[in-house]
């Protein structure tokens, strides 16, 4: 097994970019989807993980920004912001925590992400958060490969035990393993694929306590690998896609 642990800290030049999103008048990926609602990213920076139940409170990182929706992302509140950045936001028992590291893990050619280290904590559904100063190794340290002490966000596990893994389909064909790919959905262990209605850079998975699947990614992308750009923004305004059903 190998595992890669990466931590995020800004950079000067971000703070140069403007905080609005710069959207086209027509915005290519809508509100609604005969199968998916969609949130949006107040500011143009992908979105990289979520948290929450689109009925009742979401949080969405941009990495360095935290946003709180109470109303299906028609209004966003920033409820946070970090020098260092945030991956995703997990619960633990009744408190959330905003996670900084990421490792990625291969054993058996099975590979998984998993967020750690907790930089803050929020006692009151993320509306105010606090430097966690603890030291639950749940928390704190990169777990065994093995462990089903840890925070999924690629590929996560539904209770039935069936898993969804973001797919990569590379460009060199269906048998290579390396170079340039796009992410056009999700694969389940079953063999069965969820295509997106449109091509994104898709970053993390979240199943929420419904069991709706939630897709995290950019704006869509238009042009091929030599001609990429954003669809609807310049840096990659980001969105999720929420599943309307649960799960199978």
Avoid at 10 to 33: G, H, N, P
Avoid at 127 to 144: A, S, V
Avoid at 215 to 244: L, M, Q
Wanted: glycine share 8%; aromatic share 12%.
């Amino acid at each position: 097994m190998k595992i890669f642990l990466y931590f995020f800290f800004i950079l000067i030049a971000l703070s140069c970019k403007k905080s609005d999103v710069d959207v086209v008048v027509k915005d290519t990926v809508l509100d609604e989807y005969p199968d998916w609602h969609t949130l949006k990213a107040p500011i143009d920076h992908t979105i990289s993980g979520v948290w929450g139940n689109y009925n009742k409170t979401v949080l969405i990182s941009t990495m360095f920004k935290l946003f709180r929706t109470t109303d299906q992302g028609r209004h966003w509140e920033q409820v946070h912001q970090r020098s260092i950045g945030m991956i995703g936001v997990v619960q633990y028992r009744d408190t959330l925590f905003t996670m900084t590291g990421l490792t990625t893990g291969i054993n058996n050619n099975i590979h998984q992400e998993v967020i750690i280290h907790a930089g803050d904590y929020s006692i009151d559904d993320g509306k105010t958060w606090e430097i966690y100063k603890g030291r639950n190794p749940i928390l704190r340290d990169h777990p065994r490969y093995d462990s089903p002490d840890k925070f999924l966000i690629n590929p996560i596990i539904a209770p039935n035990k069936v898993t969804y893994q973001i797919n990569r389909a590379f460009l060199d064909g269906p048998n290579a393993e390396n170079g340039t790919f796009e992410t056009p959905g999700v694969v389940k262990s079953t063999g069965e694929r969820i295509n997106l209605p449109q091509l994104h850079q898709l970053r993390s998975l979240y199943l929420d306590d419904e069991l709706r699947l939630y897709i995290v990614g950019s704006d869509a992308v238009c042009g091929s690998a030599e001609s990429f750009k954003f669809c609807n923004s310049k840096f990659g305004r980001g969105v999720v896609y929420v599943s309307k059903k649960p799960v199978p």
